[in-house]
């Protein structure tokens, strides 16, 4: 009998052990937290998600919990200008087949642990501690346990240990951290859209969730007191200071924010390899990436089906499955982590040039022009 190991019960592992089991697999979860859960607030998933999601049957629990946005609309931080508007109505919808979805990332990974328990093929562990991993599918937990499997996924995040199997690189700071927190939804905060504020060294995402009952934000900011291998920058004075000149809308927002806690952002470059032996990466331990472009999950999700399918193409052979997966994957989630960190650039250019031409393009495009969205958003091959 195949059993597939699965090192991560987060979104990626847990959609991937959806994924493996109704194609044929029996797989195995170890996530290493006392419980599963996720950390954080409001989680984006575009059409290439959710047509991945919708085929694994989770559409309509989904569809109960989240928000539908009728617009993404840019705005400029400093100035309160509207600077451009995506169309995320009936038009994206018929493009795209499948609407943009937002959520609270609790909610999403209930509905992904509902099904993976209700599925015989899927075992789910916590409190289990992944210490070392090789290529020949051994794995050892710090209480001593060793799993003998045909084949693992190492979907155990940015700080993957699985990774170190396959290569010794070390995430990327970018020098940015984001705040994090949800407001009940009142009169003063309720929209259908999801607002986008982007400005210099910073930008303030804002978008209604779990029915419209809550509302996200995030506030995000380069740290001018940042030093490498430090952790006393990104405080909550420079959050206030760095949203200092901005427009009185995006202050009083950002006044509201938690700041018990703070997120600094990171990623790795692409690297060529995923594999090794009986071993693969999935999601952020094989592409972590900046959240300019709200991929990350997504990203994870298409991993998740892509390995599925070729599994399931190569009859559970690891070695050729594995190997497809790798070259499929690579290139796109490679060119996804690049255009993200370009387009963090571009948000947050402070010169004379690049945020006049940024505003250009956004003020000449048309709101159901999704020509820029296509490579991102339709079927991924």
Known sequence: MTMFLIIGGGIGGMTTALALAQAGFDVHVAEQAPRFGEIGAGIQLAPNAMRILERLGLRPTLDEVSVQPRNLVFMHADTGKRLGVVDLGPAFRRHFGQAYTVLHRGDLLEVLLAACRANPRITLETGREMVAVSADGEVRFADGTLYRCDGVVGADGLWSRTRKLICDDEPICAQYVAYRGTLPTTSAVEQDDEVIWIGPDKHLVQYPI????????????????????????????????????????????????????????????????????????????????????????????????????????????????????????????????????????????????????????????????????????????
């Open 210 to 381: 779990r029915r419209g009952e809550l509302y996200n934000q995030v506030a995000v900011f380069r740290s001018r007191r940042f030093r490498p291998g430090t952790d006393d920058w990104g405080t909550p004075e420079e959050l206030t200071e760095a949203f200092a000149a901005s427009c009185e809308e995006v202050r009083s927002s950002v006044a509201l924010m938690p700041t018990d806690r703070r997120w600094p952002m990171y990623d790795r470059l692409p690297i060529a390899t995923w594999t090794k032996g009986r071993v693969t990466l999935l999601g952020d331990a094989a592409h972590p990436m900046l959240q300019y472009l709200a991929q990350g999950a997504c990203q994870a999700i298409e991993d998740a089906a892509c390995l599925a399918r070729h599994l399931a193409k190569h009859g559970g052979d690891v070695a050729e499955a594995f190997a497809g997966y790798q070259a499929e994957r690579g290139p796109r989630t490679g060119q996804v982590q690049t255009v993200a960190r370009a387009w963090g650039e571009i948000w947050h250019a402070g010169d004379l040039v690049i945020p006049a031409l940024r505003d250009r393009v956004f003020a000449r495009r048309a709101a159901d022009d999704y020509t820029d969205l296509d490579w991102l958003y339709q079927e991924a091959l």
